[in-house]
């Protein structure tokens, strides 16, 4: 039977401090600040929870000098989801804003793309720039995941569940897969990295942290076909989904937003700026 479901995203942290120049190569204007948004996501229906990346936690923030909101476990817990007893996982990619915490969800089995972990453990990482979105401790705890079973590797396309698949993308990491879930409205994409904002697909405009630059400009066209409609793509990063999707819960500075319904305001009209700009 098919199955629909519910999708959220759950912002845990953002940070103000960035400039255009961050998000946009070869962008005219690149000195304008331009905030970035981090989310984990959850997809649900009544017989299935699964959370979507697991973020970063405190520990990491400071090592990073990039604070958090809000445990994104806390903000789990704020939605009524105990991350001890998730039972799946997908992570989008092995950065330490998509893929820290693992040790907090003991009973959870982690879908991965079998290229990301390879890219993540392999010759690559002896380079600093490729390096540097990588944490070693996470990949540490992702090996043990696989090595007490609870790893599931995509190589490719693959399905999680009825009416969730992954998407394998790349450029952004090597093994980047982006989501694809069933709702009401049609198939919805959880783009993660595959595009941080809105305007680096809609402009064309690549994400300076790149591994695979053709690859990337293939995501960006991926994502738009394999959801239903225009605002069933979502962003990883962009501030702007808080604006476009109701919030249905905040505390201590985290905030829920549900995606899996009409966009509140002119979808169309927020976004055209971009498309204008390509
Ligand atoms: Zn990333
Ligand atoms: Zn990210």
């Known amino acids: 039977m098919e199955e629909i479901y519910e999708v959220f995203a759950l912002k ?9 120049g961050d998000s946009f190569i070869f962008d005219d204007d690149h000195s ?9 996501w959850v997809i649900r229906n009544g017989a299935r929870t699964i959370v979507i990346d697991t973020g970063y936690d405190g520990a990491e923030a400071t090592r990073r000098d990039r604070p958090i909101l809000r445990e994104p476990v806390e903000v789990l817990r704020d939605f009524g989801i105990d991350a001890g007893e998730v039972d799946t996982v997908i992570i989008t990619h092995l950065h330490y804003d998509h893929a820290g915490t693992l040790d907090r969800f003991p009973n959870a089995v982690f879908h991965l793309q079998a290229s990301e972990m390879a890219f993540a453990t392999g010759p690559c990482m002896c380079h600093g720039a490729l390096q540097m979105p990588y944490t070693a401790e996470h990949i540490c705890d992702m090996v ?3 090595y ?5 590797f995509h190589d490719g396309d693959g399905s999680v569940a009825p009416g969730v698949e992954v998407a394998a993308i790349g450029g952004h990491s090597r093994g980047l897969q982006s989501v694809r879930v069933k709702t009401a409205r049609g198939w919805l994409v959880l783009a993660s990295d595959a595009a941080h904002f809105y305007e680096n697909y809609l402009a064309g405009k690549p994400f300076p942290i ?6 990337m400009y293939q ?8 959801a239903s409609a225009p605002e069933l793509v979502i962003p990883g990063h962009d501030p702007l989904v808080c604006q476009m999707f109701p919030l249905i819960g905040a505390q201590g500075g985290a905030a829920i937003h549900r995606l899996d319904v009409a966009p509140i305001g ?12 390509d």
């Not at 002119?266 to 700009?277: G, L, P, Q, S, T």
């Open 32 to 40: 304008s600040p331009h905030p970035m948004d981090y989310f984990i």
């Open 266 to 277: 002119d979808f169309a009209a927020a976004v055209e700026r971009f498309r204008a700009a």
């Open 148 to 152: 007490s079973g609870k790893v599931v």
């Open 210 to 215: 790149v591994e695979n630059l053709e690859a």
């Open 144 to 146: 043990r995941k696989v």
């Open 219 to 226: 995501g960006f066209e991926r994502i738009q076909e394999l």
């Open 12 to 20: 845990y942290a953002d940070r103000n401090g960035r400039i255009r």
